[in-house]
């Protein structure tokens, strides 16, 4: 009889939380359903070239950093406001507070039309030019280079290809290298099933829409445990706030290139030609030794789209005298734009840079 | 009259229930077979979406938790908060099942069935718009509206325009950067042609 009671009792209880959740969730989503404001940290646009533009975040708080920091992140598949999500939650603010003197590459809206933007013109034009002009608009002889996700794989391109470029520091964010790590993404391209060029021809890149769907299917149990954590949070106003930016930026994908795309799909992902010094840009080899820079290799230990192994490579074919990889807990994304990172990637390259760019 | 003690905990029912279904299931498609219908030009022959060879594996998983789960709380074994103990429960499991899928979508037999059922498709569209293609433009030239093509193309043009005006002002800094070292090399070496004063009056 007593634990009948207790059972009634305690069923009551959790039914008054599980109302005061549901009255939460109807608060959150229907009587206040606004977006909160993203990317908000003040940036002005210092380039532009087609569709990309570069962003200045000038230095906030602190006593500036002598070398600019540029981020290259991915290009295509969603936007880079991730880096500076919400106040309080940015990469990009706390690096501009730390006195970062901070650039971004935006690549922009990716569509049909940039289907002859392939890795040439990224790494033989774009990259160089927004390294020169944020040298210029810095007056600074030297930069700090942040490759982020394939950001990475592209600066790297670069930096073999240049191996004197005024670039003092090198840091490689989940970036892909061995390409035969690359995780689920490695057996869908595969070179004897994906039928890449008939694809491109289609549709001349990756439309939004499809990289939606691949990257849903990468991961198809990731919104049942999102909605699950949020009910589970959603009496927490900062975890509802981060929620609804997160789920705005992890729905608004972009398209990718046609050219990339089959230059990723066949002779990275398809022959892995990079890690195996066969890949070729211009009539010029890619020779990942010709990377002498200071390099720091971050990656995720439950990274499902570059697992750790496929960023952590580029240790072992470089030249760098000076270089070190972390394997930081998180995702693809939340390493360096989660809760977490705020205690680990941010502190993290803050620390690796102040010793070297002095 | 039924005894409440030997009554079946909800979760072993369906337990049963979806095991039997599965085995059901398996054995129709066969074991190591494809579940889908086994066409020659399917996109689905050979796959099977257990590597494992169990397809009973991740349900049983599932339930056999839930059921524990369940035992334990009519036991009176539950934590004070029995949504938070459901909540823990639920991410194991999907945790468990993003393994199996993850296990499933990487294989060989879901590469090849997923590339087989893209090409079928791709072939199919690009027939179909060859076909309607001369159709649908003189459609829309009839409306005096341009056809996706055209607007590429459009497109195509202001970025090749806008690609080319940042080459010229590339080039231009160079240009402007030569001239301003040409002009500051010769005011430095007119510094050094020209000796001072003392030293020509000392010559």
Known sequence: MVESTDFTSQSQQEAQKNMSRAQAVIDSFVVNPSAPPIAVTPHEVVWK????????????????????????????????????????????????????????LDWGEIAEEDKNLGFEEAVFKIIPRVIERAMEESDATEINLNGICLGGTLTACYLALNPDAPVRNFIAVVAPIDFDEGGLFRAWLDERNFPTDLFVERYGGVPASLMASGFKMLRPTMEAQAMSSLWAN?????????????????NDYIGMPGRFFSQLAKELYGKNRLINGEFVLNGATVDLKKISQPLLVVAANQDFIVPALAAKRLMDVVSSTDKEFVELPGGHISVFSGRQAHQTLWPKIDEWLSTRSE | MTNQNTSPNPFDMWKDMLQKSTSAWSQAAGQTGSFAPTSAFSPFQGFNPFPSNDPQQMWQQFFSSWSDQWTKNQAGAHGPDVSQEAQKQWTEQLESMARTFAETLGSDAFSSMLGKSLEQSLTMQQRFSKEMKPQLDDALQAFNLPSRSQMDRLFERVIGLEERLDDLEENTRKIIKTLSDIKEGSTSRQKQRTPPASKKDGS
């Open chain 1, 49 to 104: 070239r087609g569709k990309a533009r570069l962003l200045r975040y000038r230095p906030q708080g602190q006593a500036a950093r002598p070398l600019p920091y540029l981020i290259v992140p991915w290009l295509g598949i969603s936007r880079p406001y991730v880096l500076d999500l919400l106040p309080g939650n940015s990469f990009i603010e706390y690096l501009v507070n730390q006195g970062h003197d901070v650039y971004l």
């Open chain 1, 234 to 250: 959603v009496e927490k106003p900062d975890y509802v706030t981060n929620f609804k930016a997160m789920s705005r930026w992890a």
